[in-house]
């Protein structure tokens, strides 16, 4: 290589992270400008069989709720619950680990085909999660009377 490829390689290669990173930030904005996203972390299952905790924004609409990876470039959502597959939503109140900190809800969705997903969420969200849950047209979630 001549003395002049090196300095124009890594222009090159810092042009490729600028690029990528205004890619993620535009991303980030997309998602959470649309009515009905909020902040939310959840369980997620590795390759190898470990779970760990993801951070990221769920968006929920009329039949679904739609999770999407924080820092990610991809547009279409990581996770899809349909209202029609929840069977279950257990809620439970975790205390805030940080003195000043809100406290935040874990939210376990029970799904058919015996899915389990988990989510924690802050005390608003999780109210507004909930309100949408109950607002579901008849005969739209399982178990529904009329």
Request: glycine share 8%; proline share 3%.
């Amino acid at each position: 290589m001549t003395d002049l490829s090196i300095p124009i390689l890594v222009l090159g290669i810092g042009m490729l992270f600028v690029v990528a990173a205004v890619m993620v930030v535009l991303r980030q904005l997309v998602v959470a400008r649309r009515r009905g996203a909020f902040e939310c972390t959840m369980q997620r299952r590795g390759l190898v069989g470990g779970a760990s905790w993801q951070h990221g924004l769920m968006r929920f609409s009329n039949d679904r709720l739609r999770w999407f990876k924080a820092f990610s470039v991809s547009l279409r959502p990581e996770v899809v619950i349909r209202r029609a597959d929840i069977l279950d939503v257990s809620r439970r109140r975790l205390p805030a680990q940080i003195e000043g900190a809100e406290d935040s809800y874990l939210l376990e969705f029970s799904l058919r085909g015996e899915r389990e997903i988990s989510a924690i969420v802050d005390l608003v969200s999780g109210a507004a999660l909930n309100s949408w849950l109950e607002a579901a047209p008849t005969g739209m979630v399982l178990g529904d009377a009329d």
